[in-house]
């Protein structure tokens, strides 16, 4: 049974953290008891296979670096049945592990690098699934950020890509749905980062998918994701599509980077029906983030 309790709005939850650093086990360590989780943490692939045979956990943490790290913990887990919710972040070099043992939940791959307490709001959003309940402003946006139209923005994007999905029988879908339609942030820049979502995404999307983007205005930000869905005979395997995301993990980290300095966050989810899907966050306008709720 899963150690689950309730704080405030957000659900909270027990975690295992891994990373090799002791300062970044030690910062996330101190944010995700200021959010109320419990957590305890690993610095080798050893110790967190110990951890994980020992105790059950909502969510294990993996700071990953290089491959070779990767396929460290890869190896110290062959039997180990994961938590049922899994974060991954910085080498995608780490995605056959999740692939191969995790069990149902949510997984989210986050290529870069983010702080304790961008870490501990994608821990809530995970074990909540939901999201966060305050946008990563912070991050970015400012008084030069414009208002841009959302929906025009994403079809736009569309438009570039349009001419290398028709060589795979590809089709758009673009739903934008929510009172406000803008969002906050540069509309050249936006454009950009969708148009390398797309593409990332049109490039794994078998034959004849149809490639979509949904945004809802939640919680105070844009909920986005890019996915594709496709019919039974042409269903490709998740592992097949994440290990060609891994190829591309360079750019992921490029495209991650813009996305926070838009005030937003990007993961990868590989669990559900939509598998892949590329996530993003992105703020609202500040008259939007008046009505919405707490």
């Not at 758009?172 to 820049?189: C, D, E, I, N, T």
Request: charged share 25%.
């Amino acid at each position: 049974m899963q150690n689950t309790r309730t704080h405030g709005a957000v659900t909270q939850g027990s975690v295992a953290v891994y990373a090799k650093d002791s300062r970044r086990r030690l910062a996330l360590a101190r944010s995700l008891a200021g959010a109320g989780h419990s957590q305890r943490s690993a610095a080798t692939p050893q110790e967190l296979h110990r951890l994980l045979m020992h105790q059950q956990f909502d969510l294990v943490a993996m700071i990953v670096q290089s491959g070779e790290e990767g396929a460290a913990i890869d190896a110290a887990l062959y039997d180990v049945r994961l938590p049922l919710h899994t974060i991954l972040l910085g080498s995608a070099n780490g995605l056959p592990l999740t692939t191969k043992r995790r069990r149902g939940g949510t997984f989210r791959f986050v290529p870069g690098r983010l702080t304790a307490a961008e870490i501990t709001r994608l821990v809530d959003a995970s074990i909540s699934a939901g999201t966060w309940d305050e946008s990563l402003g912070e991050n970015g946006g400012g008084s030069e950020a414009e208002q841009v139209d959302l929906e025009e923005v994403i079809e736009r994007a569309a438009s570039a890509v349009y001419g290398k999905a028709k060589r795979k029988r590809q089709r758009f879908s673009v739903s934008v749905s929510g009172s406000h339609r803008h969002v906050l942030g540069g509309g050249a820049k936006l454009r950009q980062i969708f148009i390398a979502l797309l593409r990332l995404i049109a490039s794994v999307a078998p034959v004849d998918a149809i490639v979509s983007v949904n945004a809802r205005a939640e919680r105070g930000e844009w909920e986005i994701d890019v996915s594709a869905t496709t019919s039974g005979a042409n269903r490709r395997p998740v592992e097949d599509m994440a290990a060609e995301l891994t190829e591309e993990c360079d750019e992921l980290k490029a495209v991650s980077q813009e996305v926070r300095e838009q005030g937003g966050m990007l993961w990868v989810e590989l669990a559900g029906p939509a598998a892949p899907a590329l996530c993003l966050t992105l703020p609202l306008p500040a008259e939007a983030l008046e009505g919405a709720p707490a």
